[in-house]
């Protein structure tokens, strides 16, 4: 069984791409130690930061080895390492995502319960960027796995249908890590802690990490040629 070749992405924009998520999977594990290195109100709060930062780490490390294995216009083997690591992909990503949601949902019964003094408007704003960029996480992670698949449905949306989606989500995605890199550095009175100088130059540059990083895997999966099946 083997992959049929498609149009690589041009290299310097893959080289690119797969550089800036390197980078970002770095600043997740960095920003994983900071928040164990500090002192904090809640220690229990901050091994869950931690752990989530690290986890989002690993797996986006394992989201880029897929990527640079489709925008290289090869597909994914049945059985080999990277349809291994869709294989978990496909388990660990949906825990993650559960992980998020369950956070903003508790978020979002505090607000409602009048936990907190924050500017509505602001925190209206804050739970509808951090909901939907959830999501779009989550969207750009299944299409990619879609994409990867080597043994795709006879039936259904195959891997042309699944790198269109995934451009989209992307793009999205883009958009509200900007978003979200800004809710993380200017706290809502009433509601966020108190940042040091320190946190959000941390916070800052890993945000900007993820934007540029999305931004650049966006043009390298635009540039790829159809999508390669699996072929006996």
């Known amino acids: 069984m083997s992959a049929d070749a498609g149009q690589a992405a041009p290299p310097g924009w893959r080289v690119a791409a797969l550089v800036a998520l390197g980078a970002q999977v770095l600043a997740l594990f960095l920003v994983a130690g900071y928040v164990l290195s500090k002192e904090l109100p809640s220690a229990a709060t901050g091994y869950l930061d931690a752990g989530h930062s690290f986890f989002t780490g690993v797996l ?87 994409w990867a698949d080597p043994q795709p449905a006879a039936t259904g949306p195959g891997p042309a249908h699944a790198k269109a989606q995934l451009e989209d989500w992307l793009n999205l995605s883009a958009a509200l890590a900007l978003g979200m ?45 159809p999508a390669a099946r699996a072929s006996g």
């Open 60 to 146: 986006t490390l394992w989201w880029a080895l897929l990527l640079g294995r489709l925008t290289l216009g090869r597909g994914v083997v049945p059985g080999e390492y990277l349809d291994r690591v869709r294989r978990v992909l496909t388990f660990a990503f949906p825990l993650l995502t559960t992980f998020r949601g369950v956070l903003w949902g508790v978020t979002a019964l505090a607000l409602a319960g009048g936990a907190t003094q924050g500017h509505p408007v602001a925190l209206t704003a804050l739970m509808t960027v951090w909901g939907a960029s959830i999501i779009a996480s989550y969207m750009s992670f299944f299409w990619l796995v879609r």
């Open 181 to 225: 890199t800004v809710v993380n550095v200017v706290p809502i009175t009433g509601f966020s802690v108190n940042l040091s100088q320190t946190d959000q130059w941390v916070y800052g540059l890993s945000g900007l990490l993820d934007v540029a990083a999305t931004l650049l895997a966006l043009q390298a999966v635009r540039l790829t040629g």
